[in-house]
């Protein structure tokens, strides 16, 4: 095995990473891709660092520390905002891997199918970074593929921010898989709705596994500003869905995908009826 460290600050686990390692949180995603393999790499543990972990509110919006887990999510006190990315989390594998797995690790994964993602863009996260500079980018700029990200060496993603919305807002998620529970998503989607006077005055949706990486959907988020909140489900159009580019694999085929995210879509949205 290479080095392993697992410091207690942040600064000095930048210093580390001057030299090469790879970041360890959860290891949910790190083990599995290991297995039969020698683990020769350094490795940087950051679940020493107590800055890193938690949820905290302020007055611009939320910080969610990179090594908070799904569990630690779902415990957290945060608004009907959160409704969707709680839910994803309720369903991301079982208690065991939502008490290790951490927030930022399911996006610095970058799988298609991370069940985060969606719930994030629909959010409107921004991801936070530490380096040699700091840097806050946007979640659909900070993934750049599959299992690409735009962190450069000696970087590591430090928390997730939210930004307050400017009206009443709730949010929600559904996923589809082989079955219920414990299951790859076949394709998912979350949304984000401000309401006002009934009406939608902002809507943020976001479509996972259908595409490289998760999609916004800004034609059907404009379709659906002004509608009443009774009427969102049929709003749906299949020409909606053009940023997404599903590919056949062993969980469903491109056509079944796009078919199962109109389905996905006009269920979570009828949701939202009061
Ligand atoms: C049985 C099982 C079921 C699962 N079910 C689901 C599911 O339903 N939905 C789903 O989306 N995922 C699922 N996963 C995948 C995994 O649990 C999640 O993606 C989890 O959130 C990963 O977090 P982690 O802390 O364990 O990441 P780790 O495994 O520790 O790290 C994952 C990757 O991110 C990097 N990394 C982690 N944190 C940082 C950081 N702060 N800065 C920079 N790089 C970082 C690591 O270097 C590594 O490349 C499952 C995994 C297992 C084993």
Known sequence: MGAYRRPRHLDEALSVLARPHTVLAGGTDFYPARVGRVLDENVLDIGGIASLRGVAAGAQGWRLGATTTWSELIEADLPPLFDGLKQAAREVGGRQIQNAGTLAGNICNASPAAD???????????????????RRLPLRQFITGVRRTALAPGELVVAIHVPRPRHEARSAFLKLGARRYLVISIAMAAAALEVADGRVAAARIAVGACSPVAERLPALEAALVGAPCDDL???????????LSPVDDVRGSASYRRHAAVILLRRLLAGFAP
């Open 233 to 243: 489900a049929n709003r749906v159009e299949i020409a909606q869905l053009a940023p």
């Open 116 to 134: 985060g993602v969606p719930c994030l863009l629909a959010l409107d996260a921004e991801v936070e970074i530490a380096g040699s500079t700091g």
